[in-house]
């Protein structure tokens, strides 16, 4: 299920106390909201310093917003079916190397990326909204964007 940018993220969020998710969730990792089983992971506001273990292969929407996330590097390539990601509001200080290509959007704003390198994105082809608000970027290397033949949206705004 495709979310609608990040005022449905919150809408879901709001939506889903912690005891409404105890009831929901069938195999969810701790302190994780899981809406749909097996779709849509919700693991904000947890102060991990790494990726939740037991998230399931088959999870389509993933959010690790708010955490205090440095490096999430190939850790989320296994997830071959995943198209919304939230890394927003982490400590990422570059671009996450080895993302799956089946990725559709991809929240990166607030985080501390300085450089969009040519090779970051090369494999993100179904790529149709990256948010990168509000980052620290000095450089994007003029190739990065190639092969982005789907992106429609591209935030790049620092307030
Ligand atoms: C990219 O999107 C197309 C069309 O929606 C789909 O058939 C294909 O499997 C997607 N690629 C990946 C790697 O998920």
């Not at 390539?77 to 190397?97: I, Y």
């Amino acid at each position: 299920m495709p979310w609608s940018g990040c005022c449905g993220v919150l809408l879901i969020l709001f939506a889903c106390p912690p005891v409404v998710c105890l009831l929901l969730l069938t195999s969810c990792p701790p302190g994780c909201c899981c809406l749909q089983p097996g779709s849509l992971v919700l693991c904000e506001s947890l102060g991990l310093r790494s990726l939740p273990d037991s998230v399931p292969l088959s999870t389509s929407g993933l959010s690790v917003a708010r955490n205090h996330l440095c490096n999430v590097d190939h850790l989320l390539r296994p997830f071959s079916g995943l198209q919304e990601l939230s890394l927003s509001q982490n400590h990422l200080a570059r671009f996450p190397h080895g993302l799956p290509p089946s990725l559709q959007t991809l929240q990166l704003q607030e985080n501390r990326i300085t450089y969009i390198t040519s090779g970051a994105l090369q494999h993100l082809g179904n790529l149709t909204r990256l948010d990168l608000e509000d980052n620290r970027i000095r450089a994007i290397q003029p190739a990065a964007l190639w092969g982005l033949n789907r992106l429609q949206v591209l935030l790049l705004k620092e307030s």
